[in-house]
């Protein structure tokens, strides 16, 4: 099993601040199957980049993910109040499909 | 609008049994990888496993194999998630989740908007 470990677990930014999330694999993700997820209180998650760095449908362009083989990288070039969130890697390259443990995003 | 809906809250004792349900929309419901996804409270994702409803074709995490039932029926665009005999440690919210176009290969997409499950004495 892929085990993921992100870091910061908490992350405190202030609006228009630059964030960078970490997301580090116990083994290589083939073929860079690697997204991430943003997750608000009471809310579903929701997709924000597939293929380490390809954003899904109507995400912003200040999202950004970016890495390969063990690191990853989730990139938030500016932040906006609705970003402070949490937020999850997957890796869907090897069964079973693990989650890291997330990184909150708070107001600093 | 491609949504999956998911059936409402539930509250058991221990060791009763339980389906969950998660309906998607649209003709091509048979042809994605549909996932369940556990939170804990206060806690993390955990993947639980996938079917694909077109041929029932089911894959588990270890962690969660023979301790639940991943199932589908295509008919009605709908997949099943249930327990035989519930535990207190089952206490969550289960979200059901659709890959993409690429199937397993793919990440999930469309989320569910989750069911809470509660088992309590």
């Known amino acids: 099993e892929i085990v993921l470990t992100q870091s910061p677990g908490t992350l405190s930014l202030s609006p228009g601040e630059r964030a960078t999330l970490s997301c580090r694999a116990s083994?290589?993700?083939?073929?860079?199957?690697l997204a991430w997820y943003q997750q608000k209180p009471s809310q579903a998650p929701r997709l924000l980049i597939y293929g380490a760095s390809s954003r899904a449908t109507g995400i912003p362009d200040r999202f950004s993910g970016s890495g390969s083989g063990t690191d990853f990288t989730l990139t938030i070039s500016r932040l906006e109040p609705e970003d402070f969130a949490v937020y999850f890697c997957?890796?869907?390259?090897?069964?079973?499909?693990?989650f890291g443990q997330g990184t909150k995003l708070e107001i600093k | 609008e491609v949504q999956l809906v998911q059936s409402g809250a539930e509250v058991k004792n221990p060791g009763e049994s339980l389906k969950i349900s998660c309906k998607g929309s649209g003709d091509s419901f048979i042809t994605y990888w549909i996932g369940w996804v556990r939170q804990m409270p206060g806690k993390g994702l955990e993947w639980m496993g996938i079917?694909?409803?077109?041929?029932?074709?089911?894959r588990y995490s270890p962690s969660f194999q023979g301790q639940v039932t991943i199932s589908a029926d295509k008919s009605i665009s709908t997949a099943y998630l249930q327990w035989s005999s519930l535990k207190a440690s089952d206490t969550a919210m289960y979200y059901c989740?659709?890959?993409?176009?690429?199937?397993?290969?793919?990440?999930?997409?469309?989320w569910g908007q989750g069911t809470m499950v509660t088992v309590s004495s």
């Open positions: 997957q890796q869907y390259g090897s069964s079973p499909f693990t």
């Open positions: 083994q290589s993700l083939s073929s860079s199957y």
């Open positions: 989740a659709r890959h993409g176009l690429r199937g397993y290969r793919d990440a999930f997409d469309i």
């Open positions: 079917i694909y409803p077109g041929d029932s074709d089911t």
